[in-house]
């Protein structure tokens, strides 16, 4: 069987006496969409923090494509291929998005500092660019500014920005917030889409249509611990995922 893509092996996290993240452990392979969802406060973004290099882990290990990563700055984990987005967009709104894509691009470019002096918008960076933009469907607003962008779009723009680096491994961190029906399904074939061209999904969800909808498996977090793995259909089934949902009190009343 290939080895996993990213290995999270009993990573915990602490600020003071608080346990953000407590022994998690769990293995993501290549052209998977893995969910990761629990309740506010689960631990979740704290884990995309993890992995992505901008924490660093109390303990434990995080192995991306056979190499340990943890305590990496972001940028060096960037630059072997991880993307990511963030809940609350905030792009250079006086930017074009083109340009968004331009910067986001240049993590990867300027790891040295002679590098720094290189044109960022040659015909080649240009180029990438679009293309990126074209697969996420903005390419007809790449010179429009970003801060005149609606939600749909600005999600879409920040998926560009990860894309743009994240040629193995896109980690998206509630990409679905606040977008309507219609605009939620174009985006699930948009996922789909980044998955059947070899990009491997971490995802983080709060909607739980999408989340089931979209993943192969789900992880699932209450307090900072793993409670729950496996497919869509036994995670809904599973008691103390709803429990940690619904509370105790919830399932009574439920049921």
């Not at 346990?19 to 293995?27: G, I, P, R």
Request: hydrophobic content about 40%.
């Amino acid at each position: 069987m290939n080895e996993p893509l990213l290995a999270v092996k009993s990573v915990s996290k602490h600020f003071g006496g608080l346990k953000a993240l407590d022994q998690v452990n769990f293995e993501i392979r290549g052209r998977e969409i893995l969910g990761l969802i629990g309740p506010n406060g689960a631990g979740k973004t704290v884990c995309f923090n993890l992995i992505s290099g901008v924490y660093k882990p109390t303990a434990g290990e995080i192995i991306f494509n056979g190499q340990h990563t943890q305590g990496k700055a972001p940028h060096q984990i960037a630059s072997r291929g991880v993307g990511r987005t963030f809940q609350i967009v905030k792009p250079f709104a006086t930017l074009s998005v083109l340009e968004n894509v331009l910067v986001a691009r240049g993590i990867t470019r300027y790891n040295r500092f002679s590098k720094i002096w290189s044109p960022w918008k040659s015909k080649a960076e240009v180029r990438e660019a679009l293309s990126v933009l074209e697969r996420v469907g903005l390419a007809d607003l790449a010179h429009r500014k970003a801060g005149l962008l609606p939600l749909g779009n600005l999600r879409r723009l920040e998926i560009a920005r990860a894309l743009i680096v994240g040629k193995r491994l896109l980690l998206l961190d509630e990409s679905f917030s606040g977008l309507r029906h219609e605009e939620i399904s174009q985006l699930e074939t948009l996922i789909n889409s980044i998955r059947a061209d070899g990009i491997t999904v971490l995802l983080i969800e709060h909607n739980m249509r999408v989340a089931m909808g979209l993943s192969d498996r789900l992880v699932v977090l209450d307090h900072g611990r793993k409670i729950a793995e496996g497919p869509p259909r036994e995670i809904q089934q599973n008691e103390r995922v709803v429990e940690a949902y619904l509370g105790r009190k919830g399932i009574n009343h439920a049921a």
